[in-house]
């Protein structure tokens, strides 16, 4: 039996004047993901994208699992094609959905009728296939209020299709419909699940991280590098930036107050990600930030790193327990990387005693004593670009 794949959008339905755009970003996003499985056929109707797979070896489960990382797909299911001829629709019902009405208590039939010459009006393709269905299951009860399980008969123009699992998808909007961000990634377990939280409405990311060697190791990088490749899966391809970032903290140790460090760094990474952000169309900066998870986590030291920042900084993690990032983490397959135990630039100089809720005045004089301006051009110049892209 042939199979084909329908995609269901999600909320981006609702978005009035800027449905098409949407439409058309999700389903350039969807061709891209699939393009090198072979050829497939695309039609589109009714916040539905229909994808028949045209050649033999392609493997629907697996466009499927390809297809569950893609935002701004609410569902997806498997369905069966069938002509257009109800008693094609309904032997191949009971052969194509025979795993699934098995395993149910009861189901209800629905019919969707975007051919209206077809003879039958949909309560007859209703009540007939559900005769025929339950005739066929007979364990199986009709439920029309709460079933376990819908099949659904969709005659359209060609063909008609039966099927009836519905897959989540990953939610979210359509990656690059709303934009822009940089991601200042670090390899720890919040910063991968900010950006994830992030692309999931649609912000296509970059990534910007720093280092210290030789305070931080070639392995450490090759951490965030890796994380940064799996982070690809949900967030499509990722500009990757690594900034040297060295001298700053050493001229950091050597002029400033050690209680100060912490808020410090986090302002200069700032300043720098504003930088390259800016040469990259990067709107806002995003950050794993928590409220209260570490000392520079306060609302007074957001403060303080937000005082140099000029554009937006998403903090999407900030309401968030750790046990529920984790959760994402796991989701997202990103947890495993960032539990392996490699320095970062922040743990390398970590302050005995850091200020907890610093004051404003006080760092800004810190800073001006360490002088960091031309530091600050000499990492931006050294930062080194390069690409991710999904694997496929
Ligand atoms: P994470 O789990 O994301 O590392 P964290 O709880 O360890 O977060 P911090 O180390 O205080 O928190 O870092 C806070 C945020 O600062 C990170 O979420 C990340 O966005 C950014 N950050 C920290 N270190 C780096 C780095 N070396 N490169 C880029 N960004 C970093
Ligand atoms: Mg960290």
Redesign the pocket.
């Known amino acids: 039996m042939k199979e084909i794949i329908l995609v269901k959008y999600g909320e981006m339905a609702l978005k009035g004047q800027n449905k098409g755009t949407f439409e058309d970003i999700l389903f350039k996003n969807i061709k891209y993901r699939l393009k090198s499985m072979g050829k497939f056929s695309y039609s589109r109707a009714q916040s539905t994208i229909y994808i028949e797979p045209m050649e033999e070896n392609i493997l629907p489960d697996e466009v499927i699992d390809r297809l569950k990382k893609v935002f701004g797909i609410a569902t997806l299911c498997k369905a069966c094609v069938c002509e257009k001829d109800f008693s094609d629709v309904s032997a191949k019902a009971i052969e194509y959905l025979r795993e699934t009405l098995e395993d149910a208590k009861s189901f209800k039939v629905e019919a969707k009728r975007a051919d209206k010459t077809f003879p039958m009006k949909s309560p007859e393709i209703c009540s007939e296939l559900g005769g025929i269905l339950a005739e066929n299951y007979p364990h199986l009860t009709v439920d029309v209020h709460n079933p376990e399980i819908t099949v659904i008969a969709d005659i359209r123009d060609t063909n008609a299709y039966v099927y009836a699992d519905k897959i989540r998808g990953a939610g979210g909007l359509p990656l690059g419909s709303s934009g822009k961000a940089m991601?200042?990634?670090?390899?720890?377990?919040?910063?991968?699940v900010?950006g994830y939280m992030m692309a999931k409405r649609g912000i296509h990311i970059s990534a910007?991280?720093?280092?210290s060697p030789p305070y931080t190791s070639d392995r450490a990088l090759l951490k965030v590098e890796e994380l940064c490749q799996k982070m690809t899966d949900y967030c499509g391809d990722i500009r990757f930036y690594c900034v040297p970032?060295t001298k700053i903290q050493e001229q950091l140790k050597l002029r400033c107050p050690e209680e100060y460090f912490?808020i410090l760094m986090?302002r200069l990474?700032m300043i720098i990600a504003q930088e390259i952000a800016k040469k990259d169309d990067n709107v806002a900066l995003?950050?794993?930030?928590?409220v209260g998870?570490?000392a520079?986590?306060t609302m007074q030291a957001m403060v303080c790193t937000d005082a140099v920042c000029h554009i937006p900084v998403f903090r999407p993690c900030i309401g968030l327990d750790k046990t529920e990032i984790i959760e994402i983490a796991r989701k997202i397959d990103t947890f495993d990387i960032?539990v392996q135990p490699y320095e970062?630039?922040?743990?390398v100089f970590t302050p005995r005693h850091p200020k907890i809720r610093p004051q404003l005045e006080q760092i800004e004089k810190a800073q001006e004593k360490g002088n960091f301006a031309e530091l600050i051009q000499e990492a931006v110049d050294g930062t080194e670009m390069k690409v991710f892209r999904v694997n496929l």
Request: proline share 3%; aromatic share 6%; hydrophobic share 35%.
């Open positions: 991601l200042l990634l670090s390899g720890g377990i919040d910063s991968p900010a910007i991280h720093f280092v970032f912490t986090r990474m995003i950050t794993g930030e928590s998870q570490v520079s986590q960032s970062d630039c922040c743990t």
